[in-house]
């Protein structure tokens, strides 16, 4: 950064013909003064006098500048905004992405901030667990300077209320993106969203306090139910109070439920009922049984499925799921060692499943006829991953290693496996580009140096001696479609002033909220961390598939 810019008579200029003058000659001058240089030594004079250097910086117009700051990163464009007072306004009115620590002490610096910040159209508020909120005064105040706001994030903003959101809502109808977790308004201020945000595309909705089993009305989808496309419900008390919500969005693809209290198979069978479009459908530690997973088998378009410590079902339901849903694409199964789904579903989704691509399978026990069944139907596998499973051996792994033709990227944790068993890839699948291997006693070190060797442009990770105290868990609901990496570069309020009169400065703010009730913690076990095998299976599925789908 640091461009320097030309300031007439700001420097004198050396005479050439000046006999003291023998070398070269540099003016000391301020940073944003011009250098001149002049060249009187004899043999040197063939070069001529180099002159003003040119400052083309400040010849750029105003939008090709802005472009330019869209490639930096948040510190790089503080430092820019330094520079001058052109630069300074430039990168506040092209920054459209902005994250703010939300303590109640952010009242009295919306006016300046938002007057630089003038362009903002996705914000992030977050507040520490350990603070007082911004307030409802605070909110619209901010609404009325960005009523062209079309993504909101709040996180742990539990001073607002349903009174808050409705003015919220009024000022800010463009919204296309609602994300809000430990927040303390209930139904009505949902509502209100839903009903003047005719554009949201994406909601998501993680420990909303305000909805509980008391509410009397419930979440309905208003004007927006036309332009739902995702919708993402987290750790909800009361999560079936969002059911008329999720039936109403009519062109809904992407559900996710996640770890939320309540009866879900009346949900999921009201949606079967209707005309439906969704193609991604998760369920992660839910009350819901057979009947719900047959409901899913009534939705004609799903690709992708997520059935995660659902301990109700079983082979029944995925069978069904495996005749009526031909287009699946993805499968990931958390069978929890529960054994209820195995060799019977298995065999289904190989028989009825052409066109998977992806299968993980956690604590579930099957054996090399359901594998075979799968590997030799399923001819579009690319991806797989067998995890926590007391029946996979090396009979098991060598079927894969001979049947499927099309892996490119293959996990084994936690199964009794051997050197044997892993041998085999050194001549199977012949498009396996990389292979994890984790806690699996049976294979040695010595066997992923010789398969390294005998397959040089094969990756081989190998890591026996991994110890898991979580054990093995498929959950994905922290790496939901509004969760995913760091959105907004974050700003704190103790930098607001200095950002306002020269630079936005950016540090990373800590996670809004770590409340856990314990009815969740009682209630299935709710809650459980992510491994190590789910976190990088989840990396192979976005980078092999080309898209961010399989989250």
Known sequence: MGQSSSIPGSTHRPSPTNPTHHHHHRTTTPRSETYYYSMTDPDDNQFGNIGTVDDYISELPDECLASIFHFLSSGDRKNASLVSKRWLKIEGQSRHRLSLNAQSELLVQIPSLFSRFDAVTKLALRCDRRSVSLDDDALTLISLRCKNLTRLKLRACRELTDAGMAAFARNCKNLKKF????????????????????????????????VNDAVEAPVGPGLAASSLRTICLKELYNGPSFGPLIVGAKNLKTLKLLRCLGDWDKVLEEIGRRKNCLVEVHLERLQVTDAGLMAVSGFPDLEILHLVKTPECTNAGIVCVAEHCKLLRKLHIDGWRTNRIGNEG?????????????????????????????????QRLERLALCGSETIGDAEISCVASKCVALKKLCIKGCPITDQGIEAFAWGCPNLVKIKVKKCRGVTSDLADWLKVRRGSLMVNLDVCEVEADGLDASASDGGAQEDGVEFPPMVMSQVSGAIAGASAAVDIPSSSNWRPSIFKSRLGLFGGRSLVACTFRRWSNGGSGSNDSS
């Open 179 to 210: 994300s809000c977790g430990s927040c303390a308004f209930g139904v009505k201020g949902m509502n209100a969203v839903l009903d003047h945000c005719a554009s949201l595309e994406e909601l998501s909705v993680k420990r909303l306090r305000g």
């Open 346 to 378: 298995l065999i289904s989704i190989g028989k009825h499943c052409g066109n998977l691509q992806e299968l993980v399978l956690i604590g579930v026990n099957l054996n090399a006829v359901s594998l075979e069944a799968v590997a030799t139907n399923c």
